[in-house]
């Protein structure tokens, strides 16, 4: 039997392919050092979902001149955008102004958007900005268990500026 529709709607293909009579579809190519995936679109542009197995990654790839960014959508609104330049934007399907560009946050204060929060139960929680060019230096912004808040230089390895918990330069 190669091809078998069963009383439940369930549509098979040689045990390789298989369609639920819910919808989901199953690939299985029964040999494990393969490529498998499923394929949606036209011959030039389509999406693509699968797993490299002798690499051991998952992939999903865009392809084509109509599939410029992977758009996050919820509910027909885009949400997030990720471009084949690279850019990734939250807020925006339209990101130009940064590799990571986000649009809003959460209000927690009236009038004001937390659009990154970073959180830590350890000793400091920080940020880091490095300039690789030379003669850059790595900077950190730091938020400290006893309340301190500085930045530090960890190119030269000291504090620049630190405020105390009591509000102290």
Do not use: W
């Not at 039997?1 to 639920?20: A, Q, W």
């Not at 955008?81 to 339209?94: D, E, K, M, R, V």
Request: proline share 1%; net charge negative; hydrophobic share 35%.
């Amino acid at each position: 039997e190669r091809i078998r529709l069963d009383s439940t709607g369930t549509f098979n293909v040689y045990n390789n392919l298989v369609v639920g009579n819910g919808g989901n579809v199953i690939v299985n190519t029964g040999v494990s050092l393969v490529q498998s995936y499923l394929r949606a679109g036209t011959d030039t542009d389509y999406v693509q979902l699968g797993y490299d197995a002798p690499n051991d990654y998952s992939f999903l790839n865009i392809q084509g001149a109509s599939n410029d960014r992977l758009a996050f959508r919820v509910n027909g609104t885009g949400v997030a955008a990720l471009l084949q330049s690279g850019l990734f934007g939250l807020g925006t399907i339209t990101p130009t102004l940064g590799k990571l560009e986000i649009v809003g946050g959460v209000q927690n204060i009236v009038g004001e958007d937390t659009a990154i929060r970073v959180s830590s139960a350890l000793s400091n929680v920080k940020i880091e900005l490095h300039n690789t060019a030379v003669g850059g230096k790595l900077f950190e912004i730091r938020s400290g268990s006893t309340g301190q808040f500085d930045i530090t230089d960890r190119t030269g390895s000291t504090t620049r500026f630190t405020i105390s918990s009591a509000g102290n330069i």
